[in-house]
């Protein structure tokens, strides 16, 4: 038997990516619709109503829309927009976020798929909270590297012209203090005061590391990075796509600067814990086009089908 895979916004950068996930796979057969009706409304209602699993790779307004349109009981929605992340009767397509979220996956008609930013923020910080290390009502401050195509196509157009040299360098963003993946942050860590996040989107196509810069005096008294370190471990511990690396990574020293497109073109997080006596940095380091958004989307629906988690993923 194969599944019915429909992905709306086949075009974009995270359709695009899911669509080559599944162009190699054999339990999959893709829905296509037609270059001329992308946009129609009715055709795409079809296909919708057609898959078992849809994917929603369209801006935020477009996704509502689509899940409008969706009357089939059968049909799983996977929204890789920002529109449904906090939304009620949707789960957060993170698998490793706690002990439960795999069985609410397979149970779910609805998954919302993190921001790429979030995923890092929350991979990073959630474990903590959970352990008792970093209180939730701690005032954490967080910064993002990323390439820039998270920004989707628009963007990408934008840096792939050329000939503006006010690209060529970081571009802090998100200064109104309002980036859209707080609410996620915050209901996904448990943490009960925005986070203050700036990010920063440079002049390379993909990769992105969140940093957590964090006080030992903001965490429970006597803690040292050493059990921050061993707290991430210990809730990963068998995670096929979550790597905790050794306590001030020797290698990552060793060269003196951090490499934020290490894990370009795999669904791999990697987590990194840098201290001393009295401060630490904690950091999460993704493909935002991996885990960032399309891999981590067939990530869920691997769990939602209860088909092996990794299939079609590296
Ligand atoms: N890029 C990234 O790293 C990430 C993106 N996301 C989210 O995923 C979603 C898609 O982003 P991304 O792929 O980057 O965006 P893109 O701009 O690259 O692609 C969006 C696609 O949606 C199509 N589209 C727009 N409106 C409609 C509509 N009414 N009906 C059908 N198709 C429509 C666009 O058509 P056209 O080609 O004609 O413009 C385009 O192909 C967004 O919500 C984004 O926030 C999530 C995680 C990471
Ligand atoms: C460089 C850039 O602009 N990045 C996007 C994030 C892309 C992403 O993952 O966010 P959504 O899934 O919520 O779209 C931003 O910060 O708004």
Excluded at 19 to 25: C, D, G, S
């Amino acid at each position: 038997m194969k599944y019915a895979v429909y992905v709306d916004g086949q075009e974009g950068t995270t359709g695009l990516r899911i669509n080559e996930y599944l162009a190699r796979r054999t339990d999959v057969e893709l829905l296509r619709i037609e270059a001329d009706k992308r946009k129609d409304p009715a055709e795409r209602a079809r296909l919708l109503n057609a898959a078992d699993v849809a994917f929603l790779c369209l801006p935020d307004a477009a996704s509502r829309e689509a899940a409008a349109m969706v009357t089939n009981p059968r049909t799983c929605l996977i929204d890789a927009s920002t529109a449904h992340r906090t939304a009620p009767g949707w789960v957060f397509g993170l698998p490793e976020l706690s002990s439960g979220q795999r069985e609410a996956l397979r149970g779910a008609k609805r998954i919302a798929n993190p921001g790429c930013h979030a995923t890092a923020f929350i991979l990073a910080v959630r474990p903590l909270v959970d352990a008792g290390l970093l209180p939730a009502a701690a005032h954490v401050t967080a910064t993002s590297i990323t390439g820039y195509s998270g920004g989707g196509k628009s963007m990408i157009a934008e840096y792939e012209a050329g000939g503006n040299a006010k690209l060529t360098s970081p571009r802090p963003y998100a200064l109104g203090l309002a980036h859209k993946h707080i609410p996620e942050m915050m209901a996904h860590t448990g943490l009960t005061v925005a986070p203050v996040f700036m990010p920063i989107v440079g002049n390379f196509y993909k990769g992105l590391a969140v940093t957590v810069p964090l006080h030992l005096s903001d965490l429970r008294a006597g803690t040292t990075p050493q059990q921050v370190r061993d707290a991430l471990a210990a809730h990963y511990e068998g995670e096929r796509f979550v790597r905790v690396m050794p306590l001030r990574d020797p290698d990552t020293l060793a060269h003196g600067f951090f490499d934020v497109q290490a894990n370009n073109d795999t669904n791999d997080v990697d987590l990194f814990v840098f201290g001393n006596d009295q401060q630490i940095l904690v950091m999460a380091r993704l493909d935002n086009l991996g885990k960032g958004a399309s891999g981590a989307a067939v990530q869920s629906m691997n769990v939602h089908l209860g088909v092996d988690e990794t299939t079609g993923l590296v």
